[in-house]
């Protein structure tokens, strides 16, 4: 597609593995930051491909459920580990699933648990 728009959105928010290495991971916590590639074919109303505003405030709300929260008790997360990589894919879904970004796909969802560490989800394309 050729219009990629980036929004990031941050969440603080502990968590731990329920199954790693052998037991459960100690609990931590993390400042999470959040990135969306959103894609569309081509451009929308005032010429956007993707609404700044309207992406921006739907991932921020999509973060807020976590924000200052232990990641393991959300339900979408029961008996799941609340890895980066399932963070990442949960955002994605959350996203495709809102119904606020119209024609805009989501291409991937990238999830920073701090200035090193990161994990990417892209979305599959759908035919």
Same mark, same amino acid.
């Given at each position: 597609? @050729?219009?990629?728009?980036?929004?990031?959105?941050?969440?603080?928010?502990?968590?731990?593995? &329920?199954?790693?290495?052998?037991? @459960?991971?100690?609990?931590?916590?993390?400042?999470?930051?959040?990135?969306?590639?959103?894609? /569309?074919?081509?451009?929308?109303?005032?010429?956007?491909?993707?609404?700044?505003?309207?992406?921006? /405030?739907?991932l921020?709300? &999509?973060? /807020?459920?976590?924000?200052?929260?232990? &990641? /393991?008790?959300?339900?979408?997360?029961?008996?799941?580990?609340?890895?980066?990589?399932? &963070?990442?894919?949960?955002?994605?879904?959350?996203?495709?699933?809102?119904?606020?970004?119209?024609?805009?796909?989501v291409?991937?969802?990238?999830?920073?648990?701090?200035p090193?560490?990161?994990?990417?989800?892209?979305?599959?394309?759908?035919?």
């Open positions: 597609m @050729p219009y990629r728009v980036t929004v990031t959105a941050r969440f603080e928010a502990a968590h731990n593995l &329920i199954d790693y290495a052998g037991g @459960p991971e100690p609990l931590h916590g993390h400042s999470y930051r959040v990135e969306a590639v959103l894609e /569309n074919e081509k451009l929308q109303q005032y010429d956007l491909a993707v609404d700044f505003l309207t992406a921006k /405030n739907t921020e709300t &999509i973060a /807020n459920e976590l924000d200052y929260r232990y &990641i /393991n008790d959300h339900p979408d997360f029961a008996g799941r580990n609340t890895s980066a990589e399932n &963070i990442a894919r949960w955002f994605a879904e959350r996203l495709d699933s809102s119904g606020a970004l119209g024609w805009t796909r291409a991937e969802v990238t999830v920073r648990e701090g090193e560490n990161r994990a990417t989800y892209v979305s599959p394309r759908k035919s």
